[in-house]
Structure formats: C-alpha cells, structure tokens
C-alpha cells in the first residue's frame, strides 16, 4: 500500500469515525427517548402539562395542542393562547381558532364560512391578520352593500389531515352555523400526524438520526407534530400507524372523510369549496371524483398562484416562486402574498356561485390582492 493511499485512509477515518459516533449517540438517545414515549394519551398529557414557550418567547408544537374530547378529532388547540408561534403574532380564542373571539349562536344577519385545514389553513409563519381565513374576513365586510356581514371561523390545526378535519367540521364547526365551507388539501392530508405513527426501529439502518438532525436545523425536515406524506400505503406502511387511525390514511382515508362532510353538508345546503394544493395524481383524482359525486366546488389553487406570478411579472421558475409567495429557509409554507392569493381564490368561487357579489375589478390589481383568474 503507497503512503498516498494510508494518507487517504487515515483522513478518510479521521473524518468518518466522529459522524459514526455522532451517529450512534443520537439513536442511543433517539432509544431512550422513544422508551418514554408512551402511548397516545400519555403524550397528549405531557402536552397538556407542557409550558407554552421554547425558551425564545415562542408557542412551540407541544405548547400548542391537548387532547381532546372527540375521539376522532384527536387533539385540539389550548384556548386562550396569546404569544408569537413561528416568531409571528398568534390570538386563540376560547374555542382554540386563530381569530378573534366569536359567540356560538350566530348573530342575525350574520353569514358564517368554516375553514377546514392543515398547518397551512392554521397560518405556519405569518402573522395574526395575515392569515387567509382573515384576510377574506375583511374583504368580504370590505364589499360594498347591501350585503350581510361576515365571520370567517379557522378551524384549522397544524397537522389536521382530512379525516380529522372532517370530525372538526360535524363536532366543533357545526353548532357555530356555518353557512359555506373551505377545506384546504395538501399532499399530507392522507397520513396523519407524526406524533400518531409508531417509532421506528431505534437502530435500523434505513434512516440516519444524524442527517435527520441536519436537515432538521437547516428547516427542511418534518418535526412536531406536522403531517408526513403518507399517500399510497401499503399494508407494511399502514401498520406503522397506532392502532385505531388506520381508517384515516391513504385514498380510502381521503373518501371516506370526503363522504362524511358531504352527509353533513348535503342536506343543511351548507357549500363545499375544496381549494386543492399540492395533490399526487391519485390523491387529485379522488378529489375530483368525490367533488363531482358531492358537488363540492373543488379547485386548483395554483390557477391563481399563475394569475398572481404572471401579473406581478415574477420569472415563472420554481426558485422564483420559493422567494416570493413562501415563508422561506427552506419552509415552502405560504407568506402573506400565498395567503392573499387564497383568500382571493375563495373570494372569486363565492362570486362564481352568486354567494356574494363583487364590484368591477380596479384597472391594476394591488401588490397584495392578487388578480380573479382560476379554472
């Protein structure tokens, strides 16, 4: 062997033996810690116990949730919350929604719409009066009269995923009235939050703790409890979920949380709007099909988000979008423009559906009113 090639060997080792003992440090730690996970309820309680800041002022994902009392909703947000989450403004009322503080009999001449979502419905990294649900708050009051005024109800939690959207909606939103409905999809919304899956193996191979914590640090890994892609599951996959959620995930999950909104929607007249993110191709064909089975007025968001690119002339490439309409560091949750840009989208599906109805549009839109466009 030449002394180049021990030379090569030796840095080779020198480099590799500190990231294998980093390695086995955190699945020894990851072991430890999942021996304290405990069942489902045990870490709803921490939760429930847990302080409300991370140190730096802000609600974290634990501070956030507690169990709840619907089996089939899960978990719920602690009422009452008042603080920054993400680093930006965030209110809870008393009913645990991110917005002011509402009454449940609704007022007369008062129309309701129910938003029903993810963390992205939730507002993950904008602030209080950013997110959509009250942007299209104060545009629908912004109408000109005679017209009805509007409370919109964000119902959404990080990590929600179709099925329990669906239980929110029959458990918690309806007894508020609401007289329309938006539920916000995207691809996670048939798995469901990780903090519901079982551990996996402390020491398989199949994943490193170590790249893990690096993605994690750079934000471009799942924590908390936001949702992980979990579309086409297989039996193998679907035994990694606890036990008893099984019947959420997958495209059978999605139907069939799709069939129960319709059953308590359908015969109150109340209207579906489902906005359409980022979906796989079998993920957007059981939208569509329950959409057309239900008559939910499903749509793809991203018609407007191009409405929006092209008239703001924003070079149409996904770095561009990125910079723009997302949150940024690697987070592609929507800033205040995405949010915009939904609460535009709902706004020009209620006028499509004579909901409400909207004055000529201005010459040139505004920076932060994206233009009426959609399929």
Known sequence: MTSVLKKVLLAAVALLLPLLLVEVALRVLYAIDRTRGGNLQQRLERSRKATLADGKGDVNMTGLVQASRFKDIVYEAKPNLKGTFRGRTMSLNSHGMRGPEVAVAKPPDTRRIAVLGDSVAFGWGVGQEEVFSAVLERRLNELPPPRPRYEVLNFALPGYNTAIEAATFEHKALPFGPDAVVICFVGNDTGVPLFMEKPQAAFSLARSHLVDL?????????????????????????????????????????????????????????????????????????????????????????????????????????????????????????????????????????????????????????????PASGG
Do not use: W
């Open 214 to 370: 690096v993605r994690s640090s750079l934000g471009r890994g799942e924590s908390g409890l936001i949702g992980n892609q979990m579309t086409d599951l297989d039996r193998d996959e679907r035994r990694a979920v606890m036990a008893g959620y099984e019947y959420m995930v997958g495209e059978s999950g999605l139907r069939r949380a799709l069939d129960r909104l319709a059953g308590l929607t359908k015969p109150r007249n109340i209207p579906v709007f489902l906005m359409k993110g980022v979906a796989s191709p079998k993920q957007s064909a059981v939208l569509d099909q329950a959409a057309r089975e239900h008559g939910f007025d499903a749509y793809e968001l991203r018609a407007y988000t191009d409405a929006y690119v092209q008239a703001s002339g924003i070079t149409n490439t996904p770095q561009a979008r990125r910079q723009h309409l997302t949150v940024g560091g690697g987070d592609d949750h929507p800033n205040a423009i995405g949010h915009a840009i939904c609460a535009e989208s709902v706004m020009d599906r209620l006028a499509r559906r004579s909901i409400i109805r909207r004055p000529a549009p201005a010459s040139a839109p505004a920076a932060d009113a994206p």
